[in-house]
Each structure stands twice: as C-alpha cells, then as structure tokens.
C-alpha cells in the first residue's frame, strides 16, 4: 500500500484552524487526522461535530476521525453528519465493537478501530472483516507531542500479519517524527498520524515529504 501521511490538527493553532487545515492540505496531507477528547476516556478535551463541520469546507482530502470518547455509539452519526469519512472508534470505548463497525457503515463512512498501548491486537480478530482501518495508539491518547512507545512496534508488525491481504490501512499516531517514521513503515503502517512533527516545524510540505520519504528504501 502507499504510505499516506495523517497530520493531527491536535497541535494546530486552534484560533486558525481552517486555515490549518488548507495548509497541511496544500502541504501535501493525504488525511486530516482529526482527534476528538471527551475529558472522560482521556484526560483531555478536543472539540465535537460543530467544529468538524466548520473545517469540512477547508480541504477535500480525507477526514480521518479519530474518536477518543467514550461510549462512542451514540455520537457516530452526528460525526459522520459532520463530514467525517473515516470513523475510528476505540476498542475499549464501548462494549459492542462490532455493533459500531456495523453502524459506521449504514452510516455510509469507512470504520476504523483504535487500539490503546495495552490493548492486545487479538481484540480485533473477529471483527477484522469489518475494519477498513486499524489504528495502533504508540502514545497513550490525550495529548500530542509525547515520547513514541517501542512497544508498539511490535503490535504493528502482527497486525500487518493478521491483515494479511485484507484492503485494510493500518495505521500508528503518537510520536511519530521525520526520524522514527522509517521504522513505523517497516514495521507495516501505511498511513502516519504526525501532530507536533508536522505543525512545530517551520515548512509543513518538507516535513510531510520527509515522513513519507523514510519509508522509501525500507523493505516491508
Ligand atoms: C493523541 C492523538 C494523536 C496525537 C499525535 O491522543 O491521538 O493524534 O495528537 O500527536 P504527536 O504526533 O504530537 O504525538
Ligand atoms: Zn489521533
């Protein structure tokens, strides 16, 4: 699969934000990494649907809705209303992933599961044939710019695996940088989340370039 980079608008200026979003678009950005924070299933808060519809006519490029809330069911149409295309919604949120898969797509958007750091990837063994993405969390969600979790690694190496040759993405957010990125997608990801590499550098279109590029002379 081709590697697509995901910057997070967790680390954009807030007061800017559509802006932000044409900028990481125009930079190059395959998806707009969007991170929602309920202050309950992590210790932050974001922003909900309402904000998400006001940065929809910003960019055309995939918006890749990362939910950190939990229960997480009640809210999938408002997000896909709002002009999500792909819903993720972690594994620990709810106790029906199945019933949300199923449900993100009568809602017609593609369904993405997250998996917290201790989270085994076996959670998603019988509901494998109903992701179109798998997120490995290498941070602990709620905050950007924290230190990448090697373990993670690992995690994302036997998902690739179980994968197998299933059209899903699989992708890893958290302390990612234009350094780690060649090991992140030798290690199976095809899609990058980068919230504070990509927004703290001076020159978003090169630092997008570099985390796409580390992949290029990697074997997968
Ligand atoms: C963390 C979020 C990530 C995060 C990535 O809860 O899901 O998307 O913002 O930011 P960096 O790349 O700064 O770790
Ligand atoms: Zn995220």
């Not at 599961?113 to 969600?141: A, F, Q």
């Amino acid at each position: 699969m081709t590697i697509k980079i995901a910057p997070s608008i967790l680390s954009a200026d807030f007061a800017r934000l559509g802006e932000e979003v044409r900028a990481v678009d125009q930079a190059g950005a395959d998806y707009i990494h969007i991170d929602v924070m309920d202050g309950h299933f992590v210790p932050n808060l974001t922003f909900g649907p309402p904000i998400i519809k006001c940065i929809r006519p910003w960019s055309q490029k995939v918006f890749d809705v990362h939910l950190m809330i939990s229960p997480a069911q009640p809210s999938l149409k408002a997000y896909a209303e709002a002009g999500a295309d792909i819903i993720t919604v972690h594994a620990e949120a709810d106790p029906h992933l199945d019933r949300s898969l199923q449900f993100i797509h009568s809602l017609g958007r593609k369904a993405g599961v997250s998996l917290n750091p201790h989270t085994p990837e076996t959670v998603v063994e019988y509901v494998l044939d109903k992701c179109d993405l798998i997120l490995v969390m290498s941070v602990n969600p709620g905050f950007g710019g924290q230190s990448f979790l090697e373990s993670q690694l690992d995690k994302t190496r036997r998902l690739k695996t179980m994968i197998g040759d299933r059209p899903i993405e699989l992708e890893v957010d958290g302390g990612i940088s234009t350094d780690l990125a060649g090991r992140v997608i030798a290690a199976g990801a095809n899609v990058l989340v980068a919230g504070s590499a990509v927004f703290q550098s001076s020159d978003y279109a090169a630092t997008i370039a570099a985390l796409r590029g580390q992949g290029g002379n990697l074997k997968q």
